[in-house]
C-alpha cells in the first residue's frame, strides 16, 4: 500500500470541499429557476441569463481581487505552487468559498426582477462579489492579517465570546437581502404594480418550475452547512440534522400562515434553511425545528407587510427571506445556541444581536450608495418600452418558448 | 497532523450517510416532478405541495415517535449528548432512514392523486412513516429489544438463514405499495375515469416533468442502494453495479414489451431499480438484469390489468411499480443471490417468498385500516366540484400556471 | 476499531468512483433536457426516450463487449470473484467509465435530432458504445496487452512524450462530436430548414429545459474531470478550478460573441468545460479560463458556419461544440500545460496536435462508414410523413404535453 495516511486525510479533504462546492453551484441553478418560476414568461430567459452570468462575472472578480482580500492569498503563481503540498485543497476551498460569494448578486437577482438593466446589474453584482463581500467575509472567517483575527472583533463588547458564526444566515443571506431592499426601493415598482395606490398583484408564470427552484436549494442546502466545517474533520451529523429540522419547521409554518400556499411553502423551507445556517452548529434539533418556523411565519408576514402594505415590489421577496430571516438566524443562533435550550452553549446572544445589526446596517448602506450611484449615473431601469416588451426581448432578442411565440 | 485515523473513519462516515441521505432526500423531488407530469395540470400544484409537506410531517413523527420505535433512541437529550463522540454519526443515520420513511406516503401520494382531501391524507401519511413503517423497519433492520433482533424472526421457519434484505424493495416499495392499493380501491377513480364501465383514458400533462423526476430518481437510487450499507466500511461496488444492470434491464424490457413508449420506458427503469434493491449486495450483475427486466414487464403488464381490467384507478400505477415489484424483488433476492445463479449464496427462497408475502398481506391491512377509518370518519374524497375544479385551486387557490390561467 | 486503514481506502474509493460515475449519469439527464429544450415540441418526448434507452443499450454492449476490449476484464465469473479484495472498486470502475462511453450516442442525438430513425440510431450507438470508443480508450487509458501500453502510442514520434490526456476532450467529446458530422451530413437537414438555398432557422422549443440540461451538464462535469483521477488518492483540487475557470471562460466568452443569447451563454458554459477536459490537471487557472473563452468563441462562430455558410443541419451544434472544441481542448493542453504559460508541464504540443488531429480523423471516418452502410442498408432517415407529423407520434404514439393536445 503505497497511500499515506495524510495522503487520504487531503484527498478527503480535498473531495470534502469539492462536494460542498458542487452542492452550492446546484443551488444558484435553484435560485435560477426559483426565480424564472416567480417571473413572468416574458423575463424567464433575463432570469437565466443573469444567474449564470453573474456566476461568471463573480468568478473573474473573486479570483482577482475578492478571495485575495478575504484571505490575503493571490493566485498569480505558477500551477505547481497552487497545488502545494495539499493536492489543491486551498484552490477547492477557493472554488467553496466562491459559492458563497455569488449568491449575493443571485439572490439580489430576484428582487429586481423582470425590469433592471443587465449590465449595471453586472457591475453591481461585480463591486458586492468582489469587495463588498469579501469585506464581510474577512471579518468573520478570513485571515487577511490588515483585518485582525477571524471573528474577534465583537469580542470586546461582549466580555470575550466572539460572533459565532458557521454558515451563511449573516453574511450571505442577511448581507445578500438587505443589499437588495435598497436596490429594489431605487428601482421601483414594475409597472402597472400598484395602479393609483393600489396594490395589483402580478401573477407568477410557472409553479413546477418555482418548485423546481426551491427543491435544488433544500437538497443543496445541506452541502452548504455541513460542508462550512471547511474540513472533513470537523464535519458534524449536528448541523445536518438541525438543517434538516428547521427546513421542516419552515415547511409546516409556511403551510400553516399561508393557507396551503405552494409558494410560501416552498419558500418557506427556504427561510428555515436561511435561519438555521448560523447557528446549526450548536442548537438543538427542537430549537432548529423553531428557528425554522419562526423564519417561515416572518417571511410570510412581512412579505405581505413589504409589497402590499409599504408597496416595495420585491419580486422574489428576497429582503424577508435572505434579509430578515437571515439576520433572525444570526440572532437565534444566541437564543438556541445555549445550553438552557438543550445548545452546546459558548454564544452570546448580545454578540449575536450586534454583529447581525451591524451586518444589516452595514449591507444596506452599501447596497444603497451602490445602487443610487450606478442610478444617477448609468440608469439601472430598463425603458418603459423594454420593460413592457419584457427584458427576455428587449436584452436577450429571444422568448423563453419561441417555437410558441411564432 | 492532529487528525487521527479515527476521526478520519467518523468523519468519512458522517460524510457516507449525509450524501445518501441527500440523494434520497432528492429522489423526493423526482416522487414530486413524477407526479407533477403524470397528472392533468389542474393538479400540479397539489402534487408539489403534497411531497413537499408530507415530507415536512414524516420528519416530525419518525423524529418523536417512529425512530425511537424502531431504535430505541430518543433525542429528548442536550445537543451535546445528540454529538456523542462519534461526530452526531446516529443523527445522519436517523436522517438517512427518514428519507426511506417518508417514502411511504409519497408513494401512496401518487395512487391516490387528483381527488384525494389534503389532511386526512397527511393523517394517513403520518401514521404510516410514524408506526406502521417503523415496525417493519424494526422488524428487519431495527435494533429495540422488545421487537427482537433484526432479520431474526424468520429464521425458525427456514432452518437458520434469515430473510435477507439490502435495501428498501420490500420494507419501503412493497410496503408503500401494497398500503397504497386498498386507498385507490377505497378512494374509486376519478370522475369519469370509466364511464358506463368503459375505460375512458385520462391523459397526463408533462412528459418532460415526468421524465425529469424519474431521472431525479434513478440518479438518486444509487445513493438510496449503495449507501444503504449505512457505514462506509461496508460499502460495496456489485450494489452499485447491480442497480445500475436493473435499471438498464428494467428500461430495455419496458422499450420493448410497451411498444417504445416514453411513459413506461422511464417507469420501466424504477421498476427495475426497486426490484433489485433487497438482493443488490448478493446478486451476480446478470442476474440483476433479468431482475429488473421481469420488474418492467411485471409493471407494464400489470398496470394495464389493474387499469383497465380491474378498472382500478392507480394514477401512477404504484401498486404495479412500487407494490408488486417491490415484492418480487424480495422474492427475487432469493433466487438469483444463490451461488448456482452466480450470486454470493446465503440467501432462502423459503425465507424471501415467506418474508415478502408476509411484509404485502401486513401492509395491505393496514393500508385498509386506516383508509376506511379515515374515510368512515372524516372523508377522503374531495367533493365532486372540488374535483372538477381541481385540487390546485379547490385546496390551494392556485393554478400551476398562474399567469397562464388569466 | 475493527476497520483497517486499507479498508477506509478501498471504502472512500469506491465511494469517489462511485460519485464520479453518479455525476456522469446526471449528465445524460442534463444531454436529454439540453435537446428537449432545443428541439421543437413534436421531438421532446424522443430526445427522452433516445438519452434513456441509447444508455440502457451501451450499458449492454459496453458490460458485454466494450470494457472487456479496453481493459481485458471480463464481468462472466462468480459475484464473488467480482467483488474482490477491493469491495468491488472494479464494479464502480466499470460504471465510471460506462458513463464516459454512453456519452458518445448522447453526443450524435442532438446532432440528428428530428428526423432520425429510431433503431438504426440505436444499433449505430451500440457499435459506437461497444466498438469504437473502447478502441480509443484503450489507446490512452487502456491496459489491453494486444494494445500497448496506455498513452504510450506518441511517444515515438515526439521524442518520448506521452499524448497527455486526463478527462474526456478528445476520446469522449470530440469523437463523439466527430462521429456525428458525418451522420448529419448523410442525414440531410430538417425538411424546410433550408429553403430553395436560403436558411430558414427553426426555433427552438423550450429555453428553461435547454438551461436545465446546460445546468445539469455543468454541476456534473466537476464529477466528469475530478474523479477522472480514478482513484481517490489522486484527486487534484487544480482540476477543479481550472474546470471552473475553462466554465467561466466560455460563459463569458458566449456571452460577448453571441451580443447576449442565451442559448450560446448556456453552451459557451459547456464549451469551456470540453475543452478543459484534457490538460485540467497540468494548466494554471488563467490559462484554463484562456481556453474556454476560446472554446466558446469557436463554438459560436463555427455554429453560424456549419448551420448557416455550410448549411449542415446540425441541431443542436454538437459538431462544433463537442468536435472542435474538443479537438481544441486536445491541442490546448499541449500549449497552456506548459510551464512556460504557468502549467506543470510535461506535456508535447506535438504530441497532443498529432493525437487530438489522429482521433478526429479516425472518428470520422468511423461515423462515415457506420452511417453510411445504415443509410443505404436500413434507412437512417424517417419518411416524410412521419418527420412532418414529429417523430413523438411517428415512434411513440404520444405528444410531450398528452393532456394540451386534446
Redesign the interface.
Known amino acids: 500500500?503505497e497511500?499515506t495516511?495524510?495522503?487520504?486525510?487531503n484527498?478527503?479533504n480535498?473531495?470534502?470541499l469539492?462536494?460542498g462546492?458542487?452542492?452550492v453551484?446546484?443551488m444558484h441553478?435553484g435560485l435560477?429557476?426559483l426565480e424564472?418560476g416567480s417571473v413572468?414568461?416574458k423575463s424567464?430567459?433575463n432570469a437565466?441569463?443573469k444567474i449564470?452570468?453573474d456566476?461568471?462575472?463573480t468568478?473573474?472578480v473573486y479570483?482577482i481581487i475578492g478571495y485575495p482580500i478575504a484571505y490575503g492569498i493571490s493566485?498569480?503563481v505558477?500551477?505547481?505552487e497552487?497545488?502545494g503540498d495539499n493536492?489543491?485543497?486551498?484552490?477547492?476551498?477557493?472554488?467553496f468559498l466562491?459559492t458563497f460569494a455569488a449568491c449575493i448578486p443571485a439572490i439580489i437577482s430576484g428582487g429586481i426582477a423582470e425590469r433592471a438593466k443587465?449590465w449595471p446589474q453586472i457591475i453591481a453584482g461585480a463591486i458586492f462579489a468582489g469587495i463588498v463581500y469579501p469585506f464581510f467575509e474577512s471579518l468573520v472567517w478570513g485571515q487577511n492579517p490588515l483585518l485582525g483575527q477571524a471573528g474577534s472583533w465583537l469580542t470586546t463588547i461582549t466580555g470575550g465570546i466572539p460572533f459565532h458564526y458557521y454558515a451563511g444566515s449573516v453574511v450571505v443571506h442577511s448581507v445578500g437581502g438587505w443589499i437588495a431592499l435598497p436596490a429594489v426601493i431605487i428601482l421601483g415598482p414594475r409597472l402597472k404594480r400598484y395602479v393609483n395606490g393600489a396594490s395589483n398583484a402580478i401573477?407568477?408564470?410557472?409553479?413546477?418550475?418555482l418548485?423546481?427552484g426551491s427543491?435544488?436549494l433544500?437538497?443543496g442546502w445541506?452541502?452548504f452547512n455541513?460542508m462550512s466545517a471547511q474540513d472533513?474533520?470537523?464535519?458534524?451529523?449536528?448541523?445536518?440534522?438541525n438543517s434538516?429540522?428547521a427546513m421542516?419547521g419552515g415547511?409546516?409554518a409556511a403551510?400553516i400562515v399561508s393557507?396551503?400556499?405552494?409558494?410560501f411553502?416552498?419558500n418557506g423551507?427556504l427561510a428555515g434553511l436561511i435561519a438555521v445556517c448560523s447557528g446549526s452548529d450548536?442548537?438543538?434539533?427542537?430549537g432548529a425545528l423553531v428557528v425554522g418556523g419562526v423564519a417561515a411565519v416572518i417571511f410570510v408576514k412581512l412579505f405581505h407587510i413589504e409589497t402590499e402594505v409599504l408597496k416595495i415590489d420585491d419580486v422574489l421577496g428576497v429582503w424577508p427571506l435572505h434579509g430578515v430571516a437571515g439576520t433572525w438566524g444570526g440572532i437565534a443562533c444566541g437564543i438556541f445556541g445555549s445550553?438552557a435550550l438543550?445548545?452546546?452553549g459558548g454564544v452570546s446572544f448580545l454578540a449575536q444581536a450586534v454583529g447581525s445589526v451591524a451586518a444589516l446596517v452595514l449591507a444596506f448602506v452599501c447596497g444603497f450608495v451602490v445602487y443610487k450611484v450606478l442610478d444617477v449615473t448609468v440608469g439601472i431601469r430598463l425603458s418603459e418600452h423594454d420593460e413592457i416588451m419584457g427584458p427576455d426581448l428587449s436584452?436577450?432578442?429571444?422568448?423563453?418558448?419561441?417555437?410558441?411565440?411564432?
Open positions: 500500500m497511500v495516511f495524510n495522503q487520504l486525510f484527498s478527503s480535498v473531495l470534502f469539492l462536494l462546492a458542487m452542492y453551484f446546484s441553478a435560477a429557476f424564472v413572468r414568461k424567464q430567459v437565466l441569463v449564470l452570468t456566476w461568471g462575472f468568478t473573474l479570483f493566485f498569480l505558477p500551477a505547481s497552487l497545488l493536492q489543491g485543497f486551498d484552490l477547492v476551498h477557493f472554488f466562491l443587465y401573477k407568477v408564470s410557472n409553479i413546477p418550475f418548485a423546481l427543491w435544488l433544500c437538497v445541506f452541502g455541513v472533513i474533520a470537523g464535519i458534524s451529523g449536528l448541523v445536518a440534522l434538516l429540522m421542516v415547511i409546516i403551510l393557507g396551503n400556499d405552494v409558494t411553502i416552498h423551507a450548536v442548537m438543538h434539533p427542537l445550553k438543550g445548545g452546546l436584452i436577450h432578442k429571444i422568448e423563453a418558448y419561441p417555437e410558441e411565440a411564432l
